[in-house]
Each structure stands twice: as C-alpha cells, then as structure tokens.
C-alpha cells in the first residue's frame, strides 16, 4: 500500500510556472493570419500555443512560401529572461534571450 503525502506531512508541491514572469507573452496564444507589414501581403500563419504543463509557448509557423518552422519559448526563472529556440525547414537555428522593458 502507498501512503500519499499527506500521510507524512508533506504538502502536494507548488504547481510549476505560476508565476506572473511565465505569462508575460500570453496575449501571443492564438491562431494568427500574418501580413508582410511592408507590402500588406500574406506573409504566412502562426498557431501559439501553451505546452508542457503551461511552462513552454509553443510556436508553429507555416510561411506562404512554403518554409515551416518552431519555436519553444520559456522564461528562466534563473536569468529571469525569456528564451526562444527557433528552428525552421531550412535548417535554420536562431537562439534569443531577453525580457520585457517598461509596462
């Protein structure tokens, strides 16, 4: 028989990346049609989504020219800056850190 934690006093463990530092970028979820700033063209879609137990926004891109690629983005309590690890069809790599400034 498994005693649960309770049992031994121990209180169930803080749930993970609640902190307002891990939500930051929410207003980014979402299914979005993008547009080429510049010429005002279709430039492709981008699907932003939580994963992982909400730690990760997860990013699917799907340009109109056929390239597709992924981002994982997580902020690091350690740094206290976010991260981003893109990678796309092409083989491309693109590794950012950084962080919000101002409100």
């Known amino acids: 028989m498994l005693a649960s ?6 209180s169930a463990p803080a749930p993970a990346c ?3 530092e891990y939500h930051q970028f929410d ?4 299914k979005w049609s993008v547009t ?3 010429s005002h063209h279709f430039a ?7 994963e992982l137990n909400s ?11 056929g390239i597709h690629g992924m981002s994982f ?3 690091d309590s350690s740094s206290r800056k976010w991260h981003q690890t893109w990678v796309d069809s092409n083989g491309y790599l693109l590794i950012l850190n950084g962080g919000l400034t101002g409100k």
Do not use: K, S
């Open 18 to 20: 609640t902190a307002p």
């Open 73 to 75: 983005n997580i902020y």
């Open 36 to 38: 080429d700033r510049r």
């Open 27 to 30: 207003f980014w979820i979402g």
């Open 55 to 65: 730690c990760v926004l997860q990013e699917h891109w799907a340009g109109r020219g």
């Open 44 to 50: 492709g879609t981008n699907d932003i989504t939580r």
């Open 5 to 10: 934690r309770a049992a031994f006093g121990l």
